[in-house]
């Protein structure tokens, strides 16, 4: 009777013993689970730093291209000033010119 018992005991140990290798054998699944999961997402994270460095380095290259272009157009604009400047100029020369010969005609 005692030795039913005993029996009785130790099975209920190999029992409970099965039982909790089986819950760590499910515990560390979830825990490789969750590490793999942690893993992926850092190297997600890293991914999404570098693309943001990657944008970051093209829109300083973007704006540097805006700002030359700006400063060429800016150029453009100024030296088609200078030569309506410089028509007119010539335009009046000729005028004058013409003026002065028709007067000195005039005279003659």
């Given at each position: 009777d005692h030795l039913s018992q005993q029996e009785g005991s130790i099975y209920a140990l190999q029992q409970e013993r099965n039982d909790l290798k089986e819950t760590l054998a499910a515990t560390l699944k979830k825990l490789s689970r969750a590490a793999e999961v942690a893993k992926r997402s850092?190297?997600?994270?890293?991914?999404?730093?570098a693309k943001m460095a990657w944008s970051k380095q093209q829109k300083s290259a973007a704006l540097a291209v805006a700002s030359a272009a700006?400063?060429?157009?800016?150029?453009a604009a100024q030296g088609r000033e200078q030569l309506q400047w410089d028509q007119d100029l010539l335009r009046e020369v000729d005028r004058?010119?013409?003026?002065?010969?028709?007067?000195?005609?005039?005279l003659m």
């Open positions: 850092t190297e997600a994270g890293q991914e999404l730093q700006a400063a060429q157009a800016e150029r004058l010119q013409r003026e002065h010969l028709t007067h000195k005609r005039g």
